[in-house]
């Protein structure tokens, strides 16, 4: 495309989990495209078959959090083909380049900026608020955290920057990180016109049998968190792709829209927490959002309590 990508060696200190067999067969860049960093790899030693490239790429992409491209030498077409063919990302001399995402990446300058938070940039806002601080973080940073790819980060960051709840400052020559303009409940306030209801969906049924514990939500959440009494009905959050799982072993008994012993919410997003932590409750804001259309005068008060108990983690 005419167009040069600065790199520059990757200091040493910051290729931890990278094998002692990969630093002796690569060498290592960073170089940064439309905003995006990249990791660059470079054999030392002529070009990797492209399964090696495949599972070395894979394999770093997973450690370093960064998509890995190979600086490759000039090789036969069939070569390409087979890299191509195995999703690797390459840049085979001044006249071949495998950058899908460097294609995505260039269709979204053009795009229409968001409105409302798409289900990651909400998770990212709600765990900001209520886990940990992601100010002055980036994307790269944030990987360990939260239960999202590298790629879908880049893009909730992008949308909380839109709806105008963040701005992505330049550190250095390498990222970009998260900065809020405000704090606490001044950015919760902020962010009220563009937040979502976490609930997809709500399935009432009379069992389910499966030996596996589920994040209580809904009344009963609330109960736990405040001085209101529990309903007597059951209820228990999923995400989509758990309640799928569990509708597919055929393990709900009497599925319906109407009434059951269990009230099964399926979330656009999983319970805003520590990583390694499995709560037995939905966050608290999240749980807050749910409930915004109950009239019930006693859910109001106490949901206007959790707000303002609530302990600011930024």
Partial sequence: MGRTIGIEPRAKNELRGVTVGEKLSYRFYDGTYQGMPLLFVEPKKGNPTPRECYITGKRLTEVLGLPAVFILAPGPTYERQRLMDKGVYFIMSEWYAHLPMIVAMEKTVNRKKAEMLTPVAQYLLLYHLQVGSLEGLSAREIKPLVPYSYESITLGITCLEDVGLCQKIQNGQRSKVIHFGQKGRELWDEAQNVLLSPVENRIYCDDIRLDQDY????????????????????????????????????????????????????????????????????????????????????????????????????
Avoid: F
């Avoid at 599925?255 to 037995?280: H, L, M, R």
């Avoid at 006693?298 to 302990?311: A, D, G, P, T």
């Fill in 215 to 314: 994040p209580v939500c809904g009344i009963n959440a609330l109960a736990h968190y405040t001085m209101l009494n529990p309903d007597r009905e059951r209820m228990i959050m999923m995400t989509g792709k758990e309640y799928r799982a569990v509708k597919s072993a055929d393990a709900i008994d009497n599925p319906n829209i109407y009434d059951g012993n269990i009230i099964i919410e399926v979330w656009k997003y999983p319970v805003v927490c520590t990583i390694d932590n499995k709560s037995g409750w939905v966050d608290r804001l999240s749980l807050v959002l749910s409930l915004r259309e109950d009239e019930d005068p006693r859910v109001e008060k106490e949901v206007e309590r959790i707000i303002s108990e609530l302990k600011w983690t930024d």
